[in-house]
């Protein structure tokens, strides 16, 4: 099992910045694409962006390139998501998801609500 914990959600105004932090827990390790999603009240979830375990390779959801990045630490188990530039539009509760082997983990969630 895995558990996945999120973190730096909160109340911001429309063009100031956020850090979410997600960190990974459970025996044996490995995992591979860890990522971001979110869900606004009355909408599907939706990719935000997800990244490989070397990061070698990074997704971007169209509404928030060049505004948003996703790292991760392996060393801390941890995924990040710097937000920049925040709209309104991206008030939403931000989840984490892990795949490992062929399971896939979710966190539970933090909120993002960004004011105009």
């Known amino acids: 099992q895995v558990q996945l914990v999120e973190s730096g959600g909160g109340l911001v105004q429309a063009g100031e910045s956020l850090r979410l932090s997600c960190a990974a827990s459970?025996?044996?390790?490995?995992?591979?694409?860890m990522g971001w999603y979110r869900q606004a009240p009355g909408k599907q979830r939706e990719l935000v962006a997800r990244i490989t375990s070397g990061s070698s390779s990074t997704n971007y959801a169209d509404s928030v390139k060049g505004r948003f990045t996703i790292s991760r630490d392996n060393a801390k188990n941890t995924v990040y998501l710097q937000m920049n530039s925040l709209k309104p539009e991206d008030t939403a509760v931000y989840y984490c998801?892990?795949?490992?082997?062929?399971?896939?983990?979710w966190g539970k969630g933090t909120l993002v609500t960004v004011s105009s």
């Open positions: 459970g025996s044996g390790l490995s995992i591979n694409v």
């Open positions: 998801y892990a795949s490992r082997g062929l399971g896939g983990y």
